[in-house]
């Protein structure tokens, strides 16, 4: 056989199969020259190309020899601090909302605000006239007899003159500062009294922004690092692949969120206060923390006093325990075995939905008497100047503020205020048995929920179970669309 019908010039080698150049002939083909300095810059190759943008895709703080890229790293803790802010200023008008309404308290006494003050009246069309001008003082008879009408109780006043506040309604006496209460039911009830209320406004539902985005920024990134060392130092040889017992998780949690209490409480403090700058009790987180540890005890009294340590723990203990444990338990009780997120995506969503909502009517309580416990100064702090109201007298623990909360308090919000005087029954009212029963009915009716506080408890559960279906349904869309990609890449 000849070299010219040779097979042996046409062989490719396997790893250049894709580089479509033609075999040497011969190794007397002169090589080709060099290439010119500025065309590999004019044309570089497609393993060496960056996209020189602002925000590069590739967010690692190393170059490529290894070393920091400081302005890479600046770049990416910029990036992400944005985005946190934002996605917390978002939240945050709810937050405020549904703090306020947890500390806000309620008496049952709300509901009649000239109860003293109208007792013994007969009719509306008071003589307003003659009392104005005294003429029942100056042409009084004296040897007629007592008229059946008996004047208004005069307002009571202190040592000092000022007038004792008889009820929480009562608008002479209400300090400008505060919202009426039990004008708002829900979450965007509270936050449109908050925008519409002279001395807040709608710049007041960012109140402890900054506070709340530097919590959840520590919060997001210890809460991993204090999990991880707990493995590695109770489970160092555990393999990746498996589960860690569900103590760890909850421990990580009730670390975090032990070591962070004193940043909710100072975001706590700053929501309730009033916004206006002469009844301002802090001006920022930091004159906020100074004075916390300046007046109620320092770090220990921060950190170890029983109405704030009590409540914190019970907190974070409860969250993770409702969130790793719940949708575990349901998956079982249902009958679907042991299924996981990766085998039954929507399973395992119906699973964490169903236990969230579940797990709310735990932990939602706690979280309100942790709210009222923040809201109490101790030691030798002054009241603060909050923009609802609170209890006059403070709450001795966690029990004490259970069931003060239950027996004190009503739910029925809002409060509707009415204008009418009492009048005492009339003869036609009297021959009018039918309509009076119906009435008695009706106020049996809602007296129930009137002469209870077990609604003071949940304030704001209906944005967390609206939030809890918002994570569901974007959690399947989510999911669709990665087992959509996945087939295409298989494919």
Same mark, same amino acid.
């Given at each position: ?64 020899d290894? *070393? ?19 996605s ?10 549904k ?7 309620v ?13 013994g ?9 003659s009392?104005?001008?005294?003429? &029942? ?8 007899? +007592? ?20 009820s ?16 708002? &039911? ?37 809460q ?16 990746p692949?498996?589960? +860690? ?6 421990a ?17 403090r ?8 002469? *009844?301002r009790?802090?001006?920022g ?34 969250r993770p325990i409702v969130?790793?444990a ?16 990766e ?34 100064v ?13 209890? +006059? ?28 005087k009492?009048?005492?029954l ?16 009706? &106020? @049996?009716?809602?007296?129930?929920w009137?002469?209870t506080g ?12 609206g ?14 669309? @990665? ?6 890449? @298989?494919?």
């Open positions: 056989m000849t070299s010219s019908s040779s097979l042996r010039d046409l062989y490719v080698d396997p790893n250049q199969a894709w580089a479509f150049l033609p075999p040497k002939a011969s190794s007397s083909v002169p090589t080709p020259p060099a290439p010119i300095a500025g065309a590999a810059a004019e044309f570089p190759s497609s393993s060496t190309s960056k996209f020189n943008l602002p925000y590069e895709f590739n967010t690692s703080p190393y170059d490529d290894g *070393h920091i890229n400081l302005p890479q790293l600046f770049r990416s803790f910029v990036t992400a601090g944005v985005l946190q802010y934002t917390t200023a978002i939240v945050m008008p709810w937050e405020v909302g703090l306020l309404l947890q500390v806000q308290w008496p049952r006494d709300a509901g009649e605000p000239e109860q003293l003050s109208t007792e009246v007969e009719d509306d069309n008071d003589d307003v006239l009392d104005a001008s005294g003429e &029942d003082a100056y042409f009084a008879d004296p040897h007629a007899p +007592p008229s059946s009408r008996t004047p208004a109780p005069r307002a009571r006043t202190d040592d000092q003159g000022y007038v004792i506040r008889r929480v309604l009562e608008e002479g006496t209400r300090p400008e500062y505060i919202i009426p209460v039990g004008s708002a &039911d829900g979450v965007w009830g509270m936050m449109k009294r908050v925008g519409g209320f002279r001395a807040e406004g709608w710049i007041a539902l960012w109140k402890g922004l900054l506070t709340a985005c530097i919590t959840e920024v520590l919060s997001d990134k210890m991993p690092f204090i999990n991880g060392f707990l493995q590695s130092l109770f489970f160092p040889s555990m393999s692949f498996h589960r +860690p017992p569900i103590i760890l998780p909850v990580s949690h009730l670390i975090t969120g032990f070591l962070l209490s004193p940043l909710d409480l100072v975001r706590t700053l929501v309730i206060q009033s916004f206006t700058s002469r *009844h009790t802090y001006t987180p930091i004159d906020a923390f100074h004075q916390i540890l300046r007046d109620e005890g320092g770090l220990r009294g921060i950190y170890l006093h029983p109405h704030l340590l009590l409540p914190t723990l019970l907190d974070n203990a409860l969130a790793l719940l949708p575990g338990m349901l998956t079982t009780y249902f009958g679907w075995g042991h299924i996981t997120e085998t039954h995506p929507i399973k395992w969503g119906m699973a964490e939905l169903a236990g969230s909502c579940i797990g709310l009517l735990v932990t939602l309580p706690i979280e309100t008497i942790r709210r009222r416990l923040q809201a109490q101790r030691g030798s702090a002054k009241p603060v100047k909050t923009c609802v109201e609170l209890r +006059p007298a403070p709450y001795n623990g966690i029990v004490d503020a259970f069931w003060h909360i239950l027996t004190e308090e009503r739910s029925d919000l809002p409060i509707t205020r009415s204008t009418r009492k009048r005492r009339s003869t036609k009212d009297k021959e009018d048995g039918e309509k009076a029963a119906e009435d008695s009915t009706s &106020d @049996e009716y809602q007296s129930w009137s002469h077990l609604g003071q408890l949940y304030r704001g559960l209906g944005m967390r179970l939030a809890s279906a918002v994570v569901f349904v974007l959690a399947m869309v989510g999911g669709g669309e @990665e087992s959509a990609d996945g087939g295409w890449a @298989e494919i």
